[in-house]
């Protein structure tokens, strides 16, 4: 599918932002509406030089708002519609779920309804892995695995999911769901596994293990992800749902090591702490579809995402300073001063 003009949602985020810098660098016709209503975990910073480019327009406001939202769809005359916004955080889920729902639920329902008011041409959610539920020792996600989602973020991603298969069905929209495993690089908020894990033991504070540090997940490096997204929109059947991983199941306490030892850092940092509740096991995802139908393939191994990472975050001290100024220092206080020390 050929398009003008995307509405990108979130794209002041984490994967949001890479997003943009992907389609700005790629598609030197495209134009960009950004739309992100700037929470902790969004922040302008990491637009850096697209702030620039005369082909991305950021405006401030939420998914949830239908009347800046239909007029945002009108001014730009947008033919698609990626939708990032959302509470991300499993953590943050299990202490405050409302919010969650609020914009992974009501918001993706607000962009929905108003995308088909102005006969938008295509609407790609972008969903996650853990929308399935827990893997035991064997196995993996196919687009076939019924959902069974475990933490209040992912049931509000699965209740948004819900919702676009349910526009597709009922009123016939041109839909396109993917969901993707763990992702990391840069520009990633330090409350999620990597890049917290990088700044502690740079700092050469305790590193945060929950459990036994044996909790598997399958990691994509963030440019496979934006470019399997893009894939999906221009290439995908309409109606169906793609899922989207890296083949690199690890242990954390692998990871969190494997960091340790890029930066010349000791073990002993390693702290093992309270397990979060209903902590999922392990996830594992067959992303066969999306490689056989998309023709999409990450192109970044683990070895070398991890290296840029690291790399990535040593030199972008200032980066990290910026977006931990605000609540950052309350929250980890109240997430890792309360925990209980397993050992
Ligand atoms: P993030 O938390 O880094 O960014 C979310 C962005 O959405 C922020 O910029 C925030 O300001 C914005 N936002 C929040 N509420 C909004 C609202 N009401 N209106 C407009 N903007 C709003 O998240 P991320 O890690 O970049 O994830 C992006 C998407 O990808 C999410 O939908 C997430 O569920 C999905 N996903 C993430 C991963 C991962 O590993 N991070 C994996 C698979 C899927
Ligand atoms: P996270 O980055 O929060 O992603 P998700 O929960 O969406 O998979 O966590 C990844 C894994 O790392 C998960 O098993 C929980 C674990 N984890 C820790 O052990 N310590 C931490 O401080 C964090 C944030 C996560």
Same mark, same amino acid.
């Given at each position: 599918m050929d398009c003008r003009c995307i509405l990108v949602t979130g794209g002041a985020g984490f994967i949001g932002c890479n997003f943009v810098r992907f389609l700005l660098e790629t598609e030197p /016709?495209?134009?960009v509406v950004n739309l992100d209503v700037l929470t902790?975990? #969004?922040? %302008?910073?990491? %637009? @850096? *030089?697209? %702030? $620039?480019?005369?082909? =991305? =327009?950021?405006?401030?406001?939420?998914? !949830?708002d239908a009347e800046q939202v239909r007029a945002l769809l009108q001014q730009h005359r947008v033919d698609g519609v990626i939708n990032f916004a959302? &509470?991300? =955080?499993v953590d943050r889920?299990?202490?405050?779920?409302?919010?969650?729902v609020e914009t992974n639920v009501k918001g993706t329902l607000t962009l929905l309804a108003e995308a088909r008011a102005a006969n938008v041409r295509r609407f790609l959610q972008v969903s996650t892995d853990e929308v399935y539920g827990s893997l035991g020792a064997t196995g993996s996600f196919t687009e076939q695995t019924p959902l069974s989602p475990n933490s209040p973020y992912s049931a509000s991603k699965a209740g948004a999911d819900h919702l676009v298969h349910a526009f597709h069905h009922t009123y016939g929209m041109d839909t396109i769901i993917t969901r993707c495993s763990n992702n990391y690089g840069p520009y990633q908020?330090? *409350?999620?596994?990597?890049?917290?894990?990088?700044?502690?033991a740079r700092q050469d504070k305790p590193l945060p293990v929950y459990g036994d540090g044996? $909790?598997?997940?399958?990691?994509?490096?963030?440019?496979? =992800?934006?470019?399997?997204?893009?894939?999906?929109?221009?290439? #995908?059947? /309409? @109606?169906?749902?793609? $899922?989207? #991983? @890296?083949?690199?199941?690890?242990?954390?306490?692998?990871?969190v090591r494997l960091i340790l030892r890029h930066l010349g850092k000791p073990e002993s940092?390693?702290?093992?702490?309270?397990?979060?509740p209903g902590h999922d096991r392990r996830y594992a995802i067959d992303s066969g579809k999306a490689r056989r139908e998309l023709g999409w393939q990450p192109a970044? !191994?683990?070895?070398?995402?991890?290296?840029?990472?690291?790399?990535?975050?040593?030199? $972008?001290?200032?980066?990290?300073?910026?977006?931990?100024? #605000? &609540?950052?220092q309350a929250y980890y206080a109240k997430m890792y001063g309360n925990r209980d020390r397993a050992n």
């Open positions: /016709a495209l134009e902790y975990a #969004g922040n %302008l910073a990491s %637009l @850096g *030089e697209c %702030l $620039n480019s005369p082909r =991305h =327009h950021f405006v401030r406001g939420s998914i !949830t959302a &509470e991300s =955080h889920s299990i202490t405050g779920p409302l919010v969650f908020f330090p *409350e999620k596994l990597i890049p917290l894990m990088i700044r502690n044996m $909790n598997v997940r399958d990691w994509l490096y963030v440019s496979d =992800h934006c470019a399997a997204i893009w894939a999906a929109f221009r290439r #995908g059947a /309409a @109606g169906e749902v793609y $899922n989207i #991983g @890296g083949n690199n199941e690890k242990p954390n306490l692998e990871i940092l390693i702290t093992y702490v309270k397990d979060r970044v !191994t683990f070895e070398q995402g991890i290296a840029s990472t690291i790399e990535w975050y040593v030199s $972008n001290q200032a980066w990290l300073d910026q977006v931990t100024s #605000g &609540e950052y």
